[in-house]
T-cell receptor, first 110, second 110 residues
């Protein structure tokens, strides 16, 4: 089974802090994604990557950046955390017929 | 108009009931379709792909109507363990980007 691992399950950060969310997949997938999920808004795509060092903006990239230095690792960076970035963050790795998600990181910015 | 729309729910049904969820998508060039299931505070997991000819997996039946841009999921003989949010997912014909519907919440009651 494909495993997608997110480094933290729960995180609390202060406004203005730089935040790193890490995601690692173990199946050599080329495609990786970062979503955030909020009540009433569903899953929204932040950034995705088709290959090492490649990245594409999703629907809501503002306030975020990403890094993909190795194929198995895709990092989401909040340059200066704000309270409106409090959310559940989900990383996914894709194969032809669907995504496998990590278990999510619930980030609270205070 | 949202790219993928679903019945808002919640659906509260007794055990043993048959329940149907609907989903519409706006991009006629969409190629692949899926239903995902998400339990409370967990990540989404692939339930089943949806094929043009319709497909069945045990108590679950998925249908696709390309002309009407409509997908459905039918659950027969509902179990308590079916309680979850069901996400309709559409893959565009280019890239690997999947678009998620907002989800429909199902509660199966004893």
């Amino acid at each position: 089974d494909v495993k997608v691992t997110q480094s933290s399950r729960y995180l609390v950060k202060r406004t203005g802090e730089k935040v790193f969310l890490e995601c690692v997949q173990d199946m050599d997938h080329e495609n990786m994604f970062w979503y955030r999920q909020d009540p009433g808004l569903g899953l929204r795509l932040i950034y995705f990557s088709y290959d090492v060092k490649m990245k594409e903006k999703g629907d809501i990239p503002e306030g975020y950046s990403v890094s993909r230095e190795k194929k198995e690792r895709f990092s989401l960076i909040l340059e200066s955390a704000s309270t409106n970035q409090t959310s559940m963050y989900l990383c996914a790795s894709s194969f032809s017929y669907g995504y496998t998600f990590g278990s999510g990181t619930r980030l609270t910015v205070v | 108009r949202k790219e993928v729309e679903q019945d808002p729910g919640p659906f509260n049904v007794p055990e043993g009931a048959t329940v149907a969820f609907n989903c519409t998508y706006s991009n006629s060039a969409s190629q692949s379709f899926f239903w995902y299931r998400q339990d409370c505070r967990k990540e989404p997991k692939l339930l089943m792909s949806v094929y043009s000819s319709g497909n069945e997996d045990g108590r679950f039946t998925a249908q696709l109507n390309r002309a009407s841009q409509y997908i459905s999921l039918l659950i027969r003989d509902s179990k308590l363990s079916d309680s979850a949010t069901y996400l309709c997912v559409v893959k565009k014909n280019y890239g690997q980007n999947f678009v998620f519907g907002p989800g429909t919440r199902l509660s199966v009651l004893p």
